[in-house]
């Protein structure tokens, strides 16, 4: 797999099915960058909201990237070490995610003035990213399937980690066109009154991940509503299962053009095998 | 006449003047503040607090651990552990019903698990970042008439080490992990190095005809 199929991987995600198990991450994603972005405007109207918008948005991407990254790569101790700690790590993260909510909402306030609140408004950023990236567990795309094959073995991790990286900044080029539009239209919103309300209403949708994830209740979220859209009338997996499927349907449920005779052996140790 | 006070930032510069009632704002704010980072703190303590007594430690397993033990509740109403699987190759398919990928995966596994009947090849659903409701659903959509744990799977998927669905994990005879297939079986081709490493030499099905 080369690197452009890694990144069609990650962008076709977003086009398929499998952006439903994306709703895992995009809607509080998108509310984060939208409400800082605001946020700042309000707090200093001189503030360039794109500028600003770019900055959280390289931010959170790149927190989010590096904390998924670490965790596909199964093959390494850091990956084992962060698994063995997830679950307080997940409840750091939620607390985290909990006060920038509250932050945009104008609950939790902070001096804007200062240089260093102002560094440290900006990193955390990074911290909310790695936060979702935590709480996210990917239903595996026949792409990330590949991917997976090589973090698992020794020889291959690094080639797979480069991949991962790819493919992930993939589906954020998506939801970063996503979150631009939808700030294009928060921007129009008149006066300070209207940009608190939708400050307002992205804490409340960093919230509700927060409280899920504290609550152990993610499972919920996804079940209801993924699991809704993944199971709507006329996607009947049980024909799916008794049916011989295609192998060229398939290809067009994933673009990336791969080798199927050695990824069969792939993901089971990640030892690529020579045909 | 409109009174006023003087604020002061936090790097002590001296700040604008502002209505006198902005003085009691500001402090409301300060309490408000701390008000919520101590419930954050609160919070934090707890997690830790809970992260210290929990009673299963979050493992990524590797080629050649043994499987740990278990208690799953079936949705025959059974209970499973890993003694009454042991003595017997064995695959444990990790899935959710929300993960279309899960889905798609079952036409292979089912494939693999009737090429392999012969030499004695089990197979176990585990339903894990689900709802028992949607677990049993699952069940129900595939017609599965294999052992399908509906409660206990997120516990041994973290003895285990799974994070995502589908996985599938390969059991040997001897309870031992030889293989792991992390994600959606496109092809019977794709378990077929994991089903290898765990079928007796020789036996039916250690070489599964190709689909």
Redesign the interface.
């Known amino acids: 797999m080369s690197l452009i199929d890694a990144f069609a991987g990650g962008v076709h995600a977003l086009f398929s099915?499998?952006i439903?198990?994306l709703m895992q991450v995009i809607p509080f994603f998108v509310a984060y960058v939208i409400g800082s972005t605001l946020l700042e405007r309000d707090q200093d109207p001189s503030v360039k909201p794109w500028r600003s918008f770019g900055m959280n948005l390289a931010m959170a991407t790149t927190g989010f990237i590096v904390v998924f990254t670490i965790?596909g790569l199964?093959a390494t101790a850091l990956?084992?070490a962060l698994?063995?700690?997830?679950?307080?790590a997940n409840?750091?993260g939620a607390?985290i995610i909990?006060?920038l909510a509250?932050h945009i909402a104008g609950?939790?306030?902070l001096?804007g003035?200062?240089?260093a609140?102002r560094i440290g408004a900006r990193v955390s950023g990074l911290a909310l990213g790695a936060a979702l990236a935590l709480a996210y567990?990917?239903?595996?795309?026949?792409t990330?399937?590949?991917i997976?094959?090589l973090t698992?073995g020794e020889q291959t991790v690094a080639r797979g980690g480069l991949l991962l990286v790819v493919y992930t900044v993939g589906e954020f080029m998506v939801i970063s066109a996503l979150a631009a539009g939808l700030l294009a239209l928060a921007l129009k919103a008149k006066g300070p009154g209207a940009r608190k309300g939708i400050r307002i209403a992205a804490a409340v949708v960093m919230m509700a991940i927060s409280v899920m994830i504290?609550t152990n209740k993610?499972?919920?979220y996804?079940?209801?509503l993924?699991?809704g859209f993944?199971?709507q009338p006329g996607?009947d997996?049980?024909q799916?299962?008794?049916?011989k499927?295609n192998?060229d349907n398939?290809e067009q449920m994933d673009h990336s053009q791969m080798d199927?005779g050695a990824?069969?052996?792939?993901?089971?140790?990640g030892q690529e095998k020579e045909k | 006449m409109t009174m006023t006070t003087q604020t002061t930032s936090i790097d002590g510069q001296a700040g604008p003047e502002l209505p006198a009632d902005a003085g009691s704002k500001v402090d409301f704010s300060r309490k408000v503040n701390r008000l919520i980072l101590l419930a954050a703190a609160a919070v934090l303590l707890n997690a830790v607090y809970d992260y210290s007594a929990r009673p299963v430690e979050a493992k990524l397993l590797d080629q050649g651990d043994p499987i740990p033990e278990f208690s799953l509740n079936l949705l025959d109403g059974g209970q499973a552990s890993r003694q009454g699987f042991m003595g017997r190759p064995m695959l444990y398919y990790f899935y959710a019903n929300w993960c279309p990928c899960s889905h798609e995966s079952v036409v292979n596994i089912r494939k693999a698990v009737e090429e392999g009947k012969a030499a004695g090849l089990g197979v176990m659903f585990v339903g894990i970042q689900d709802s028992r409701e949607n677990l049993e659903k699952f069940a129900r959509t595939h017609k599965l008439q294999f052992p399908v744990a509906v409660e206990g799977g997120q516990m041994f998927s973290d003895r285990v080490g799974i994070s995502v669905t589908p996985t599938t994990v390969f059991v040997d005879s001897a309870g031992v992990v030889q293989s792991f297939f992390v994600g959606k079986v496109e092809r019977f081709g794709q378990l077929e190095d994991g089903l290898k490493s765990i079928m007796p030499q020789g036996q039916p099905g250690a070489t599964p005809s190709p689909a």
């Open positions: 099915i499998w439903f198990c965790m199964s990956s084992k698994f063995a700690h997830v679950s307080i409840q750091f607390v909990a006060l509250l609950a939790l306030t001096d003035k200062s240089t609140v567990k990917p239903c595996v795309t026949p990330l399937t590949y997976y094959g698992q504290l993610m499972t919920i996804k079940g209801f993924v699991g993944v199971n996607h997996h049980s799916m299962d008794h049916s499927m192998h398939m199927h990824m069969d052996h792939m993901n089971h140790g």
